[in-house]
């Protein structure tokens, strides 16, 4: 047992270090600087709040365009992509290795993890050769930016569940419907699409799979706003939008298929969680007072601390069992699993009592905050968002129940039964 | 990095996987439940000695095997799966742990031959009264030669050779006035009295003193830091049996709702249940993970040992707790009766969560080694 890299990793871990420190700035626990946003929160395709309204939110998608195209010239921004579309051609745990220095650095995120992680493979393995050889080299560099568009109102946790119609016409096809929690569609140039085109079928056979250009007419983006205020996420209506038959990936009906490619990159694609996390507490409780002095000093406080603790270390060293079997070329068992249903859960848990730890002025929640500028505010709103994207904690419940325990699936009422004669709740 | 257990780690665990499976099933464990006579299993004890588990990470010189702590903790996991009734930790984690790192080179040749071969059985005791120990409530003392006092609840006392216990060897009644001593048990002056615990596959006394022989251990004023230490390695070690003691409460409860049917279907496929397994295995996994980086700083001397400890105890204790009560619960009504084995993790699971200190205890001491390690 040890904690050492390879030669050849250390030479790796070296690169990626040598790049960071060159080209981006360190981030702190809690930093004092009053624009510093750190710890980032931030999901994939969600890029972290910008205050200030469109101009800057527009500046701050520029800044990370800039920081994508020098990560893509030094060849870190698609680690595991061939090197014939301009990726790194490296293994996951040089993708691990590069992570773990990123961390320590602020630089933007959010913006490009969805193209990279997921629908770039996607179109690696069902697009023709001539969209690879389009698309995906602009993917690496931040120049196009691409979105997800799968979920919809009816269709979340029960994903199949998709409306989206999807219509022949000649060699074209007309989409209409509504897709929701798509990140990133008000800033995405691209986006792929599962939409329903034959209702008649039974549920998993009806769909197909399409990529289109986000500028195409029909197509109208309206963010979601947050109760955190903010809005990361869209609703994305489609009226009459007409693409061609070459934009589909994969055969008609076998869109759940394609789907599966995209989203068992999913969990890979969302990467390290956010930091919000025993390291934060641990330092606001440090600064806080309670009735009988510093927070740290009280005994209950200690006795919480002490479990997310061992949560959060404990999911670290999980990860570090994940990246051992990654490293001797094998399957990484159950890290992938268990980091965000116990990450979502803690960090909300942590900002709650967080909160309780600064008493009234824990209600205060304003960019002129004296109190840790905000930070367990934010993740009060933050985490509740994060118990549900990407899979909700019932659902990662089901799937370690189901795939890594093998337990029996659900009983279900929609297996053999034509779409169009579902119930839905509505009919 | 590799933070795994090396191949040959995996094969002494494999074949101590496959031993207790034949030898300690589970109605040799209830042999010593359903006897207040026996306090361990006496065939199954000499067995792993002879294989030589108990001188795992004792040295060769001294009539160990002279392989790692990374072995013992293999070795730990198993016990803890099998819930073997024996005095394993007592005599090993705690007892040979004192010797090895605190022992004269006379005492580990005269102490750690006979531990080594599981020939004589040793413990280890600091509670004397209600409580989480402090050294203002060790009264036992140390004088002219000779130990007075009392101490309870004594982890396998009734079974033990040999005890090591802290007394105070001035009057001042602070920390830097207690000593480890060494106690020859069979000698007169020790009078045993049996105390029913919650395992009693795990059982202990409390013992008396009175004017007994006693060798001090390692250096004079020093008993508490050197019970941090052996505590700190104890912990890591408790927690490889605590996951694997969790890993089959888990097991169990899978296994019992895929056969068991109501409302015509597997229990198993309710979401209530699937969900409880699901936070089963959640915790069982970080308490894994907590436990290898114990495995880590123990088998390293790292100075990460009391945090790493204190995180594995902290972790295995919630893990295996929950584990054995979810056990039960998905077991329904059978899983309250005598005749299922859930009580059998049960009772374990608490019993070892209580043994070298409470789990509140734990994460303060969690807490307070990771202030400290702060201001380093």
Redesign the interface.
């Known amino acids: 047992?040890?904690?050492?890299?390879s030669q050849q990793?250390a030479a790796f871990r070296k690169e990626a270090r040598d790049f960071l420190e060159a080209n981006a700035e360190k981030r702190s626990i809690i930093s004092d600087k009053p624009n510093d946003k750190s710890p980032q929160i931030a999901v994939a395709g969600a890029p972290e709040t910008v205050k200030g309204g469109k101009e800057a939110a527009q500046e701050a998608l520029e800044r990370a365009k800039v920081w994508q195209k020098k990560k893509a010239e030094a060849g870190f921004a698609a680690i595991l992509w061939p090197k014939e579309f301009g990726g790194y051609g490296g293994s996951p745990i040089q993708q691990v290795i590069y992570s773990q220095e990123e961390h320590d650095y602020l630089v933007p995120s959010g913006y490009f993890e969805i193209g990279i992680g997921m629908l770039g493979p996607t179109m690696m393995v069902w697009g023709k050769d001539e969209d690879k050889k389009r698309y995906l080299p602009k993917m690496i560099t931040g120049e196009e930016i691409w979105c997800q568009l799968f979920s919809e109102p009816s269709a979340g946790s029960d994903l199949a569940g998709i409306k989206m119609k999807a219509e022949k016409d000649g060699d074209e096809w007309v989409l209409n419907g509504q897709k929701v929690w798509t990140s990133g569609a008000h800033f995405a140039d691209y986006g792929m699409i599962v939409a329903r085109s034959d209702p008649s079928a039974l549920k998993h056979k009806g769909l197909t799979y399409f990529y289109l250009d986000m500028k195409t007419p029909g197509i109208e983006v309206r963010p979601i706003k947050q109760i955190s205020g903010t809005s990361n996420f869209n609703e994305v209506f489609f009226n009459d939008v007409r693409i061609p038959d070459s934009q589909r990936l994969g055969g008609e009906g076998e869109g759940w298929k394609v789907a599966l490619t995209t989203l068992m990159n999913e969990r890979l694609a969302v990467g390290d969680p956010p930091g919000l996390d025993f390291d934060q507490i641990?330092e606001a409780t440090k600064e806080l007072e309670v009735e009988d002095g510093l927070a740290?000093k009280n005994?209950e406080v200690?006795?919480k601390?002490?479990?997310w603790?061992?949560?959060s270390?404990?999911?670290?060293?999980?990860k570090?069992?994940s990246?051992?079997?990654l490293?001797k070329g094998q399957t990484p068992g159950?890290e992938l699993s268990?980091s965000k249903?116990?990450t979502a859960s803690k960090m909300q848990d942590v900002s709650a009592y967080a909160l309780e730890l600064m008493d009234s002025s824990g209600m205060v929640h304003h960019d002129q905050n004296p109190v840790l500028k905000n930070l367990f505010q934010n993740g009060y709103f933050f985490s509740a968002a994060m118990r549900i994207a990407g899979g909700t904690d019932?659902v990662?419940?089901?799937i370690?129940?189901?795939r890594?325990?093998?337990?029996?699936?659900?009983?279900r009422a929609d297996k053999k039964v034509p779409f169009n004669e579902l119930p839905s709740g509505k009919n | 990095m590799n933070f795994d257990f090396s191949d040959d780690q995996k094969l002494l665990r494999d074949q101590a996987r496959k031993f207790l499976f034949d030898k300690c099933d589970r109605k040799s464990v209830r042999t010593v439940l359903d006897d207040d006579q026996l306090h361990y299993h006496k065939e199954l004890w000499s067995q792993i000695s002879e294989m030589g588990w108990t001188g795992t990470a004792i040295p060769e010189e001294y009539g160990g095997l002279g392989l790692g702590m990374l072995e013992l903790c293999v070795i730990a996991e198993e016990l803890g799966r099998s819930l073997a009734p024996t005095p394993f930790s007592s005599s090993i984690y705690l007892f040979a742990e004192f010797i090895k790192n605190y022992g004269s080179e006379d005492q580990k040749k005269r102490f750690l031959p006979s531990i080594a071969s599981g020939e004589k059985i040793g413990t280890f005791a600091l509670s004397e009264t209600n409580g989480t120990p402090k050294p203002s409530n060790v009264k036992t003392k140390f004088s002219s030669g000779k130990i007075n006092g009392y101490k309870s609840p004594v982890s396998d006392g009734e079974s033990a050779d040999y005890l090591i216990i802290a007394a105070n060897s001035d009057d001042k009644g602070n920390r830097n006035s207690l000593s480890l001593y060494i106690v020859d048990l069979n000698q007169n002056g020790v009078s045993k009295k049996s105390l029913e615990t919650i395992d009693p596959t795990r059982p202990a006394c409390s013992i008396n003193f009175e004017n007994i022989e006693a060798e001090i251990l390692g250096e004079q004023g020093m008993a508490w830091d050197m019970t941090e230490n052996i505590l700190n390695r104890a912990a890591v070690l408790y927690s490889f049996e605590q996951v694997g003691g969790a890993q089959v409460s888990l097991d169990e409860a899978k296994k019992y709702s895929m056969e068991r049917f109501a409302f015509g279907r597997q229990i198993g496929s309710f979401q209530a249940l699937k969900h409880k397994m699901a936070d089963m295995y959640v915790k069982i996994e970080l308490a894994r993970s907590n436990a290898y980086y114990g495995a880590w700083a123990l088998s390293t001397d790292s100075n990460e040992l009391p945090v790493a400890a204190a995180g594995a105890r902290v972790s295995a204790s919630d893990a295996f707790n929950y584990a054995a009560k979810e056990n039960i619960q998905i077991h329904g009504g059978v899983g309250f009766t005598w005749d299922y084995d859930c009580h059998l993790f049960y009772r374990r699971s608490k019993l070892l969560s209580l043994n070298i200190g409470s789990t509140r205890q734990w994460k303060e001491n969690l807490i307070s080694n990771l202030e400290k390690r702060n201001i380093v």
Do not use: C, H, K, W
């Open positions: 047992m040890d904690f050492n890299d990793e641990f740290i005994s200690r006795q601390m002490a479990d603790y061992v949560q270390r404990g999911l670290q060293y999980t570090f069992r990246i051992t079997a490293s159950p268990i249903l116990v019932e990662l419940r089901n370690i129940a189901e890594v325990l093998g337990l029996p699936q659900d009983e």
